[in-house]
């Protein structure tokens, strides 16, 4: 008798390959915004013989710079803690086990988990949709950018024409502005991410039964990556028949609207009128 498939193990497998397609690569560091630049004093003139009877210039009141705080990195060099240096115990002694039952003789399948989410409708959907809100984003982010630009040198401009009260003043609210913006971005980039997420988890679950069933219609009972293979023949392939099955039970998945979390859409309004509502909506396979 074939032995079914464990859905938990298909799952893992899948989830683990799937990211890195559909998701670009999280950068190491997020974008740097612009940060206005600071007027550097001018060098120190070399010391002159004390001049009798020659008034002192007062000093003038140091301009305060604008200096927003960068958004969030994450550190790219983790660093790892040195190997252990020290002797283990004696092992356990691990017993002999009686003789089980024999797994049943291997019927062997392959696919190509890239190639399924390149000819994926969902998958396709999920890509146009958050690729280009990320290019919305990308695009206030620089717009923004040359206000504060332009706000900075209007600033220089009119520094001489303000007391040293206007100029905090206005330094201060182009430094509020700076910090409000980068909060935004960054929120409306996390937001982009987790729909993201959303419509790929769909996509998850789907292919994870379209390969159980497809694996179980033609007698397979072990199936691989076809990255994990050397060689194969195409009798062993599985990839057009996946292909064609989440096209058909998946062509599209349910991404929140753009500027909503998951977690506030699911919250506002079930997701029970769509068309892959149905799919999304699903309890995950059985193990």
Same mark, same amino acid.
């Given at each position: ?34 940060? /206005? #630049?600071? =007027?550097?004093?001018? %060098?120190?003139? !070399?010391?002159? $013989? *004390?001049?009798?009877?020659? &008034?002192? +210039? ?23 803690? /040195? #190997?252990? =240096?020290?002797?283990? %115990?004696?092992? !356990?002694?691990? $017993? *002999?086990?009686?003789?089980? &039952?024999? +797994? ?184």
């Amino acid at each position: 008798m074939i032995r079914r498939f464990s859905a938990a193990a298909l799952f893992v497998a899948v989830a683990g390959l799937l990211p890195a397609m559909l998701l670009p690569a999280t950068p190491a560091r997020s974008q740097d915004y612009f940060v /206005p #630049p600071q =007027q550097q004093r001018p %060098p120190a003139s !070399p010391a002159r $013989p *004390a001049q009798a009877a020659r &008034p002192q +210039p007062q000093p003038q009141r140091a301009p305060v710079q604008v200096a927003p705080q960068p958004l969030a990195t994450v550190q790219d060099d983790q660093q790892q803690p /040195p #190997p252990l =240096q020290v002797q283990l %115990p004696p092992p !356990p002694d691990i $017993p *002999a086990l009686p003789r089980g &039952p024999s +797994p049943p003789a291997a019927v062997v399948g392959v696919l190509g988990v890239p190639e399924i989410m390149r000819a994926s409708t969902a998958a396709q959907q999920v890509e146009k949709t958050i690729g280009a809100r990320r290019e919305k984003l990308n695009e206030d982010a620089q717009k923004e950018q040359a206000a504060w630009r332009e706000l900075q040198q209007a600033l220089a401009n009119d520094r001489g024409k303000l007391s040293a009260e206007q100029i905090h003043t206005r330094e201060q609210e182009l430094q509020n502005r700076i910090t409000n913006a980068q909060r935004e971005f960054r929120e409306r980039g996390t937001i982009i991410q987790q729909a993201a997420q959303y419509g790929l988890a769909q996509i998850e679950r789907a292919l994870v039964g379209v390969i159980q069933k497809v694996a179980e219609s033609r007698g397979m009972n072990l199936v691989l990556h076809r990255q994990q293979v050397a060689l194969n023949v195409n009798e062993f392939d599985i990839t057009d028949q996946v292909t064609e099955q989440i096209n058909k039970i998946l062509p599209s998945v349910i991404i929140p609207p753009d500027g909503v979390s998951p977690a506030a859409m699911a919250q506002a309004k079930p997701a029970d009128d769509h068309p892959a509502a149905a799919a999304a909506a699903a309890p995950p396979p059985k193990k």
